[in-house]
C-alpha cells in the first residue's frame, strides 16, 4: 500500500480481554514506532523497532503491553489484561530510517475502548 | 531530549498568514526542528524541517533564528482545511524518539 496502515481502525474491548493491534509499515521501511494518544493530547512514544529488533520499549505503560516485528515488516501491538486506562489512540509511524532529515510516516490508529 | 513549548491555541480568519512560534531553550547542537500536522481522526503528518535560517516547502516556511532556542511555522494564506493540531518537535540526528508535546491548536475561521 501507499501508506501505513492499522487494523482495526476500532476496538471495543471488556475490561480483562487481551487485544491485539495489527500495523503494515511502508514497504522497505526499516523504522517503525509506536505511540499512545490520549484524548486531547499529543501521541506518547511506546516502542521503537529497527527492523526486527525491538531497540525501545522505555515507553510501554506496564508488562500487560507487548510489541513485537517477527520479520521486520508487520508488526503487532499486544495489551493483556485490558483495562480503562488503556483506551486511547495507538498510532503506529514508519521510516526509512531514523535521523536527520527522515520523515515518519503514521497510520490512521486504531481508537481502543476499554468498556 | 530538548523540550519545547509552544501556545495551546490560535485562531486565524481564512486568507491571513499564520505565525506559530516554538521555544526550545536547551536545543543541542545535533538537534533538528520538525514540525507535524495533525487533523481528527488522522495520524500526525510531516509538515517540514529545518536545522537553521529559513527553510520552505509548498505548504509551508519555517524560520529559525541564529541561537536556534525558538522556531516559527508559517503558514500562508490560511483556508479552513489548515485547521488542526501543529507539532513541534525537536529531534536529535541518530535517534528515534520523537517528542511530541500538546500541539497548538489552530482553528481558520470563514
Known amino acids: 500500500g501507499a501508506g501505513v496502515s492499522q487494523s482495526p481502525r476500532y476496538k471495543v474491548a471488556k475490561r480483562g480481554q487481551d487485544v491485539a493491534l495489527r500495523c503494515d509499515p511502508i514497504s522497505g521501511h526499516v523504522s517503525l514506532f509506536w505511540y499512545q494518544q490520549a484524548l486531547g493530547q499529543g501521541p506518547e512514544f511506546l516502542t521503537y523497532?529497527?527492523?526486527?529488533?525491538?531497540?525501545?520499549k522505555s515507553g510501554l505503560p506496564s508488562d500487560r503491553f507487548f510489541a513485537e516485528r517477527p520479520e521486520g515488516s508487520v508488526s503487532t501491538l499486544k495489551i493483556q489484561r485490558t483495562q480503562q486506562e488503556d483506551s486511547a489512540v495507538y498510532l503506529c509511524?514508519?521510516?526509512?530510517?531514523?535521523?536527520?532529515?527522515?520523515?515518519?510516516?503514521f497510520g490512521q490508529g486504531t481508537r481502543l475502548t476499554v468498556v | 531530549l530538548a523540550k519545547t513549548t509552544q501556545p495551546i491555541s490560535m485562531d486565524s480568519y481564512e486568507g491571513q498568514e499564520v505565525n506559530i512560534t516554538c521555544s526550545h531553550n536547551?536545543?543541542?547542537?545535533?538537534?533538528?526542528i520538525t514540525w507535524y500536522q495533525q487533523f481528527p481522526s488522522q495520524g500526525p503528518r510531516f509538515i517540514i524541517q529545518?536545522?537553521?535560517t529559513k527553510v520552505t516547502n509548498e505548504v509551508a516556511s519555517l524560520f529559525i533564528p541564529a541561537d536556534r532556542k525558538s522556531s516559527t511555522l508559517s503558514l500562508p494564506r490560511v483556508s479552513l482545511s489548515d485547521t488542526a493540531v501543529y507539532y513541534c518537535?525537536?529531534?536529535?540526528?541518530?535517534?528515534?524518539?520523537?517528542?511530541f508535546g500538546t500541539g497548538t491548536r489552530l482553528k481558520v475561521l470563514a
Open positions: 536547551n536545543i543541542a547542537t545535533n538537534d533538528y
Open positions: 509511524a514508519s521510516s526509512l530510517l531514523s535521523g536527520e532529515n527522515t520523515e515518519a510516516f
Open positions: 523497532f529497527q527492523n526486527e529488533a525491538q531497540l525501545d
Open positions: 518537535l525537536v529531534e536529535t540526528s541518530g535517534t528515534y524518539k520523537y517528542i
Open positions: 529545518g536545522y537553521k
